[in-house]
RNA sequence: GCGAAAGUGGCGGAACUGGUAGACGCGCGAGACUUAGGAUCUCGUGGGCGCUGCCCAUGGGGGUUCGAAUCCCCCCUUUCGCACCA
C-alpha cells in the first residue's frame, strides 16, 4: 500500500526543486519561440483564491508548453506604484517603498506555494528607479515630438486630499479615499495627445483577430469616432461676433430652430445682451458648481435646463436667425461646444424645445403612422429647399459640399477620446522630468541627468497635498539650459504609464543604457498571449497600445500591436456574507476565501484541479466549499491508483480490458491535447476523470503494463493542472528528473480510428435505435443494419429518403 | 434608452462545424467496509407514463430542416459595457 495522500509533506519539496532546476529561464539573446504574459499585478499583498485563477490557468499553460518542449517567455513583475501604498504611509507611518516591497515578498510567496513557475531573473518592480527613469526618458522623446505637452484643462479635484484624480479614482462623485466631493478644476496639466493615434488605435482593433470582440467594442466605443461637418454660425448684428457648430447631420440644418453653446462656451459674455445677463450669470454659476459627474447623470428623465442669452444666431442655410440658448446638455469638452438644434430630428432638442416654447420643423419625413416625437431614421428630406426628396447618406454629402464650396464649413471627425492626462500630485509615482526656469521656461531634464529620482526625505500625512511640494531638496533644481536655479516639476505620471510598456522590458529588464535592447525586442515582440482581467479592457489595453505605437514610430519595437492574443478570465464569485448574493470576492463583501487555511488543508494542488475545473475559464463561476471537497477527492483517487498499478504488475489481462484502457488513454490524450489548445482545462480534466474511472473499472482484467502506461500518461496530461502531486508518483513510480521534461504524451491516431463507431438511427427525426458498427462503413452497409435495427418503424411505411452521415448517423423519412 | 453576452437537471457545467441533450463533478439515494463516520469504495440519479417500451424536456412563442441547445424572427429574464458625444 502507498502512503496516504500527504500535500503538505510534498508540495514545498517540489517547488523548491523547480526553482533550484531553473525550468521558467530563456535566454531572450537566443531565437523567439513563444511570449506568454499575464498582467502584472498592483502588490497589494493579499491574494485570495480568485485572484488566483488567472496565474493558475497561465501556469497550466506555461507547463504545458514546456512539456511540449518550447522555449517560452514567461517573466513576471510588480505594477508596484500607486496610492494604495501612500495611504499606508500616511495610516501607519511607514514609507511606501517599504511597504511595496514587504507585499511584492508576501505575493511572490504566495505564487510560489501556488506552485506558479516565473523567470524570476526578468522580474521588474515599477517604482525601481531603474525601471521609471525609461518612464522619464520615454517622456522627454514625446516632449521633443509634440506628444506630450502642458496644457488648461477641466479636471477632477478632490479638496481635501489636494490633488488631481483620475475618473477611476472618483467613485459617484465622490473621491475615493476620503469621500469628499470631486469639482472641477481648470488646472494647468501634463498631457500624452493619444488623440493623435485615435484613427490607428481604431484601425488597429480590426486586425487583432484573437482578441474578445466584447474588449473591441468597448475600445470603439470609447474612442467614438463621428464624421461629421462643422460651420461658422454668426451672431445677428454683431458683425465682430461668430462661433464654429458641429453636427452629423447637416442634412437636417434647414430645421434649426436655435442653437445652444456650452456653458463654458468663451463666447457665452460677449453673447449675452444686457437684459439677459443676471439669468445668464446665475444659470452658468449654477451648472459650474454641478460637478461633470451629477450633469452627465441620467437618473429618471433628465431636465434639459437652460437660458437664453438674448442673441440671434444666423442659420447660413436659410439666412434666418435663431435664439441663442445656453444650455447643460451641451458639453464644452465635446465637438466645438456648441450646436445647431434641429428638435425635429434630435431628441433631446426635441425636449429642450419643448420645454422651451421653442418651434420644431421636421426636415425629414418620418414614416406612415410614426408617433414618435424626433425622428432620426432615414427618410426623404422636406422643408429643406434644394434637399427635398433627398435620402440621409446623400442629404448629408450635398449639405457638407455645399458649405465647403461656400467656405462657410468643412468636413470633421470628432473623438469621444480626450488626451492622457498623466499628471498626479502624489509622491508615489514617476516624477515628471522637467524643471521650470524663470528665464527658460519649461526644460527637460537631459538624458544624463536622468533618472529623476524620488527623495527619501518626506514626511507622510500630517499636512495635505503632494509631499514632494515640501521637499526643499527635490524642488530645488538648476535649469539645465541657463545653470541658475530653477524649480522642479512635483507632478508624478499616471501609474499606467509604468504597464503601458513593461511587456518589452521583460525581454530585457536589466540593460542599463537603454529603455529597450532593440535587437531582442524585435524578436520577441508581440506578445502572443495576454493573460487578464476584463476590468483593463479599456485604460490599460489602450494606452498600451498608444505606446507601442509612439515606440513603433519612434522605431523601436517591430509592428503595431503589442498583444497577439489576449485572453480575459472572468471572475471568481461567492456568496456575500453581507448581502448574500454572489459577488466578486473582497474584503468589504466578507466572501474571501484565503488560499492559506485552503492549501493547508488540500494542498495548492486541490486549488488548483478545482479553479480549473469549476468553468470555462472566461465565464464567472461560483466558489463552493463542496466543489474544493471533489476536486481533492480526484487527487486522491489518482495517488489511490498507485497500488491499482503495483498491484497488477505483470499480469497478462484479458485482451479486451486491455484494449479499453488502452483506448481510453489514446482517447485522453487527444481530448487534453484539444481542450488545453482553446483554453478549456475544465472539460480536460473531466477528461482525465473518465480515464481513471476506466481504469478502475477494469483494474483487476486490464494487463498491468497498460494500467502502468495509462497511469503514466494520466501523470504526464494531468502534470500542468496539479502539478506536485503529479511530480511526486512520477519519483514513486522509479523516473528520475521531472516531469517537465518527460515530454508531452502523443496519440495513436489509427488506433483511435479502428474503434467501432456508434451509429444514431432516427426514423422522421426521432431517434429509434443505436448501432455498433466498423468505422468507414459505406452507406449501403449502414442502411441495411440500421433498416434492421428499426424495422418495427419501418413496417409498412415507405422509405422516401434516407439519410447518412459516416460514423454518426442514419435517418430514414418515411410516408403511410 | 443604446449596445453586447448569456439563459441547459436540485447545483457548477458538457455537447468544438445543425446529427444519440445532460459528459465530468457536486448534491442526493441505496449498498459495502467499519465500534463509528461528514473517511473510502461500488451502483443509481432530468420529468412523466399503461415501464422489454414510449411520451415530454435546453427561458417562452413561432419558423427553417429528415433532424435544432446550436440557424432565423418575436417576446421575457439576467449580467456586463456605454450613457445627453451633437
Redesign the pocket.
Known amino acids: 500500500m502507498a502512503l496516504p495522500y500527504d500535500p503538505q509533506q510534498i508540495e514545498s519539496r517540489w517547488q523548491e526543486f523547480w526553482a533550484r532546476e531553473r525550468f521558467a529561464a530563456v535566454d531572450t539573446a537566443g531565437a523567439k519561440d513563444l511570449y506568454m504574459l499575464m498582467m502584472f499585478p498592483y502588490p497589494s499583498g493579499d491574494l485570495h483564491v480568485g485572484h488566483g485563477r488567472n496565474y493558475i490557468l497561465g501556469d497550466c499553460l506555461f507547463r504545458m508548453f514546456l512539456m511540449q518542449g518550447r522555449q517560452v517567455l514567461n517573466p513576471m513583475g510588480w505594477d508596484a506604484f500607486g496610492l494604495p501604498a501612500e495611504n499606508a504611509a500616511i495610516k501607519r507611518n511607514i514609507h511606501p517603498r517599504e511597504w511595496t516591497l514587504a507585499n511584492i515578498a508576501r505575493m511572490k510567496d504566495q505564487f510560489r506555494r501556488w506552485g506558479i513557475l516565473y523567470d524570476w531573473d526578468k522580474e521588474i518592480a515599477s517604482c525601481e528607479p531603474e525601471y521609471y527613469r525609461w518612464n522619464q526618458w520615454l517622456f522627454n522623446r514625446m516632449l521633443e515630438k509634440g506628444l506630450a505637452y502642458r496644457g488648461k484643462s477641466p479636471v477632477n479635484w478632490c479638496p481635501s486630499c489636494k490633488t488631481v484624480l483620475a475618473n477611476e479614482q472618483v467613485v459617484a462623485g465622490a473621491c475615493e479615499r476620503c469621500g469628499s466631493i470631486v469639482e472641477q478644476r481648470d488646472l494647468e496639466q501634463w498631457f500624452l495627445r493619444i488623440t493623435e493615434y485615435a484613427d490607428r488605435l481604431l484601425e488597429g482593433l480590426d486586425r487583432l483577430t484573437d482578441w474578445p470582440?466584447?474588449v473591441k467594442?468597448?475600445q470603439r466605443?470609447?474612442i467614438?469616432r463621428?464624421e461629421?461637418a462643422e460651420f461658422e454660425m454668426r451672431v445677428a448684428g454683431r458683425d465682430d461676433l461668430a462661433f464654429q457648430v458641429?453636427?452629423?447631420?447637416p442634412d437636417t440644418s434647414f430645421g434649426m430652430t436655435f442653437a445652444v453653446l456650452?456653458p463654458e462656451h468663451p463666447l457665452v459674455g460677449a453673447i449675452t445682451t444686457p437684459d439677459h445677463s443676471a439669468e445668464v450669470g446665475t444659470f452658468v454659476e449654477r451648472v459650474r458648481r454641478t460637478t461633470e459627474i451629477e450633469?452627465?447623470s441620467?437618473e429618471g428623465v433628465?431636465e434639459?435646463?437652460g437660458v437664453f442669452t438674448g442673441s440671434y444666431a444666423v442659420n447660413p442655410f436659410t439666412g434666418t436667425p435663431v435664439p441663442i440658448y445656453l444650455a447643460?446638455?451641451?458639453?464644452?469638452?465635446?465637438?466645438?461646444?456648441?450646436?445647431?438644434a434641429v428638435p425635429g430630428q434630435?431628441q433631446?432638442d426635441w425636449e429642450f424645445a419643448k420645454a422651451y416654447g421653442l418651434r420644431i420643423v421636421r426636415t425629414v419625413q418620418p414614416p406612415d403612422g410614426w408617433v414618435g416625437e424626433a425622428y432620426v431614421d432615414d427618410g426623404p428630406a422636406i422643408n429643406s429647399q434644394w434637399l427635398d426628396g433627398l435620402y440621409k447618406t446623400e442629404a448629408i454629402e450635398r449639405a457638407t459640399r455645399w458649405l465647403e464650396e461656400n467656405g462657410i464649413g468643412r468636413r470633421r471627425v470628432?473623438y469621444?477620446l480626450r488626451d492622457w492626462l498623466i499628471s498626479r500630485q502624489r509622491y508615489w509615482g514617476t516624477p515628471i522630468p522637467v524643471v521650470y526656469c524663470e528665464r527658460d521656461g519649461i526644460v527637460p531634464v537631459p538624458e544624463d541627468q536622468l533618472p529623476v529620482v524620488l527623495p527619501t526625505d518626506i514626511q507622510f500625512g500630517g499636512s495635505e497635498g503632494n509631499p514632494l511640494e515640501r521637499s526643499a531638496s527635490f524642488t530645488a533644481a538648476t535649469c539645465p539650459k541657463c545653470g541658475k536655479a530653477a524649480r522642479r516639476e512635483t507632478d508624478t505620471m499616471d501609474t499606467f504609464m509604468d504597464s503601458s510598456w513593461y511587456y518589452a522590458r521583460f525581454i530585457n529588464p536589466h540593460v542599463r543604457d537603454a529603455m529597450i535592447d532593440r535587437g531582442r525586442v524585435a524578436r520577441w515582440m508581440p506578445v502572443d498571449l495576454y493573460i487578464g482581467g476584463?476590468e483593463h479592457a479599456?485604460l490599460h489595453l489602450m494606452y498600451a497600445r498608444f505606446l507601442y505605437k509612439v515606440l513603433h514610430d519612434f522605431g523601436m519595437v517591430p509592428g503595431e500591436e503589442p498583444f497577439t492574443v489576449l485572453f480575459n478570465q472572468g471572475m471568481i464569485t461567492a456568496k456575500s456574507s453581507v448581502s448574500g448574493k454572489l459577488e466578486k470576492m473582497s474584503k468589504s463583501k466578507g466572501n474571501v476565501v484565503a488560499p492559506d487555511a485552503l492549501i493547508a488543508r488540500y494542498g495548492a494542488d486541490t486549488e488548483r484541479v478545482y479553479t480549473l475545473?469549476?468553468?470555462?475559464p472566461e465565464?464567472?463561476?461560483?466558489w463552493?466549499d463542496?466543489?474544493v471537497?471533489?476536486?481533492?477527492?480526484?487527487l486522491?483517487?489518482v495517488w489511490?491508483l498507485q497500488d491499482i498499478v503495483a498491484e497488477s504488475a505483470g499480469r497478462v489481462g484479458e485482451p479486451a480490458a486491455t484494449e479499453q484502457v488502452l483506448v481510453a488513454m489514446h482517447h485522453t490524450v487527444k481530448r487534453v491535447r484539444?481542450d488545453l489548445a482553446r483554453y478549456?482545462p475544465?472539460?480536460a480534466?473531466?477528461a482525465m476523470?473518465?480515464l481513471i474511472?476506466t481504469m478502475?473499472?477494469h483494474q483487476s482484467s486490464a494487463s498491468g503494463s497498460a494500467l502502468r502506461e495509462a497511469y503514466e500518461t494520466l501523470l504526464r496530461l494531468l502534470h500542468p493542472i496539479a502539478p506536485h502531486i503529479t511530480e511526486e508518483i512520477w519519483r514513486i513510480l522509479g523516473h528520475d528528473g521531472s516531469l517537465l521534461r518527460a515530454g508531452w504524451p502523443s496519440f495513436d491516431a489509427e488506433l483511435l480510428a479502428k474503434q467501432q463507431v456508434?451509429l444514431?438511427v432516427?426514423v422522421?427525426?426521432?431517434?429509434?435505435a443505436?448501432v455498433d458498427v466498423e468505422p468507414g462503413l459505406d452507406a449501403r452497409a449502414a442502411e441495411s443494419v440500421a433498416r434492421a435495427a428499426v424495422a418495427k418503424w419501418l413496417d409498412g411505411k415507405t422509405v422516401v429518403?434516407v439519410?447518412h452521415?459516416p460514423d454518426?448517423?442514419i435517418?430514414f423519412?418515411v410516408r403511410g
Open positions: 470582440e466584447k467594442v468597448m466605443n470609447w467614438g463621428s461629421g458641429y453636427t452629423t447631420r456650452a450633469r452627465l441620467t433628465v434639459k435646463r447643460d446638455y451641451v458639453l464644452m469638452s465635446y465637438g466645438t461646444g456648441a450646436i445647431m434630435d433631446r470628432h469621444r476584463v479599456i475545473f469549476m468553468g470555462p465565464k464567472e463561476v461560483e463552493t463542496e466543489g471537497m471533489g476536486a481533492h477527492r480526484f486522491q483517487r489511490g484539444d478549456h475544465n472539460t480534466t473531466a476523470m473518465e474511472n478502475a473499472q456508434t444514431a432516427q422522421n427525426g426521432k431517434l429509434r443505436t429518403k439519410i452521415v454518426r448517423m435517418s423519412v
